[in-house]
């Protein structure tokens, strides 16, 4: 044996942390976390990324390695998201509480130095345009470019009967429980069950509010403090249901593996990547990894100038410059607009990003999008069923209606279904992670931006309907 396969088996036997033999990561994270708690810890991008791989990376192999949490609870993702919000709510991240009039800073750790850690993450997660939609717009140039282009033609004409079967169960499921507890049906349809399927906060609950308050039904602030724990406790069951479903349903004819079209033995063979396209794939090039980004990034302000044009002529219906993004890359792709070096460095860069750094945008949703607060308040037995019938509605109507259309029933019911009452982006890749099926994201991302406009369209006509009867 050769001294390189010497050291190769010897790096493949030793426990790795984040790709690093672990007492080297032990080493990097003893030397971040004593910057974060002596308070000293550098701000912006730099810090941030540091503190939430060390933090994502830990809570991340618990959850791989915890038996029943790994099986059927969606492993490491449903631990970093749901820790990172525990570290939180008890307070045991170094966060600015308030200052004083005389410009005393209190803070709920005692610090050394003035470090608000959790401020620094939201300015770096939260913000439009910051890391999430960085990480997003890798994601789907790259899984895109990445298509079989046969795939995807043959896919997306298949993909919204799927999408409006999961809506019509959804809805139905959630009226029938509704009049059985005694909860209100037209209440329990109008702030439960539309929030959960309007695509998140940002693109769903938040225009809804103003679409109540526009048809004088109730204002926005009440509106979306009610729907607020809906769209919080939908996207919690449709993560833990991303886990749950890929180990319940392991029938073939059910489980895709990932795959989202059933295709026979022929039109699988003209579906799949070539070896060739495989091999140049497989070679990364440093060069290619800032093509990707410079891409995926360059589609991603072309969403937002179409978004723009859009809204100038039709101001009364909002559409997301993610979903103006997916269809542009997807017309590239399937009129094969966009030369061959180019699809595989997106390509290449949307693996790098997902692997790497998958964690570190878990981290960052469970810590400044997930409330456990908001959770323990709206958690009661009725709420609870009526949120977790409109996610099981989503899935089974998506899942249904998509085996009907010829799609996995499995993937069609988690990226038609689960992705559309998660919370958007974030809950989109949590659901995904979950349940093993990233490259889904492209099809998931149609469900939380186009099916969330169709919500937003659904939610106008139910208000002028039944408005009146909340």
Request: hydrophobic share 50%; net charge neutral; glycine share 10%.
């Amino acid at each position: 044996m050769s001294n390189s396969d010497t050291a190769a088996a010897k790096q493949k036997s030793t426990y790795l942390l984040f790709n690093l033999p672990w007492y080297y990561f032990a080493a990097f994270a003893v030397v971040v976390l004593a910057a974060t708690y002596l308070g000293v810890l550098p701000s912006g991008m730099g810090g941030c990324f540091a503190f939430m791989i060390v933090v994502g990376t830990i809570l991340n192999e618990i959850g791989e390695r915890t038996p029943i949490i790994r099986s059927y609870l969606g492993g490491g993702a449903i631990v970093v998201i749901f820790g990172s919000a525990l570290l939180n709510y008890f307070n045991l991240l170094p966060a600015l509480v308030k200052t004083l009039d005389d410009g005393t800073k209190i803070y709920n750790m005692h610090l050394l130095n003035d470090l608000d850690l959790m401020g620094n993450i939201n300015q770096f997660f939260k913000p439009e345009g910051a890391f999430l939609d960085f990480y997003i717009a890798a994601l789907i140039t790259g899984s895109i470019l990445g298509m079989n282009s046969n795939l995807l033609k043959k896919a997306a004409a298949r993909y919204f009967p799927a999408i409006f079967g999961g809506i019509f169960l959804a809805f139905g499921i959630t009226l029938a429980v509704s009049s059985i507890m005694g909860y209100g049906a037209v209440k329990a349809l109008l702030l439960i069950a539309l929030p959960i399927m309007g695509g998140g906060m940002g693109a769903g609950a938040v225009p809804l509010s103003k679409i109540f308050e526009s048809s004088n039904t109730m204002t926005a602030a009440k509106a979306i403090s009610i729907m607020t724990p809906a769209v919080a406790i939908g996207n919690a069951i449709s993560i833990v249901l991303g886990g749950l479903v890929v180990k319940i349903f392991k029938n073939k004819e059910w489980n895709g593996q990932g795959q989202l079209m059933k295709l026979d033995a022929a039109s699988a063979a003209e579906m799949e990547i070539s070896p060739e396209m495989e091999a140049k794939r497989a070679h990364i090039d440093v060069k290619n990894l800032g093509i990707g980004l410079f891409v995926s990034n360059s589609f991603f302000a072309w969403g937002y100038i179409v978004g723009w044009a859009w809204n100038s002529i039709c101001p009364a219906v909002s559409i997301h410059p993610y979903a103006w993004m997916i269809i542009s890359v997807a017309v590239c792709k399937i009129f094969n607009l966009l030369p061959e070096n180019v699809e595989v460095a997106c390509y290449q860069w949307f693996q790098f990003i997902m692997k790497n750094l998958t964690t570190t945008l878990l981290m960052g949703i469970g810590l400044c999008y997930l409330s456990i607060d908001t959770v323990i308040q709206s958690f009661n037995a009725t709420y609870l069923v009526l949120c977790l019938g409109t996610c099981l509605g989503a899935f089974f109507g998506a899942a249904v209606v998509g085996k009907w259309v010829g799609f996995y029933p499995v993937e069609a019911g988690i990226t038609a279904g689960l992705c559309m009452s998660n919370m958007g982006g974030t809950g989109d890749v949590a659901v995904l992670s979950a349940a093993d099926r990233m490259e889904l994201m492209p099809f998931s991302q149609i469900s939380s931006r186009l099916g969330g406009a169709i919500i937003l369209l659904i939610g106008s006509l139910l208000l002028s309907l039944l408005g009146g009867m909340l």
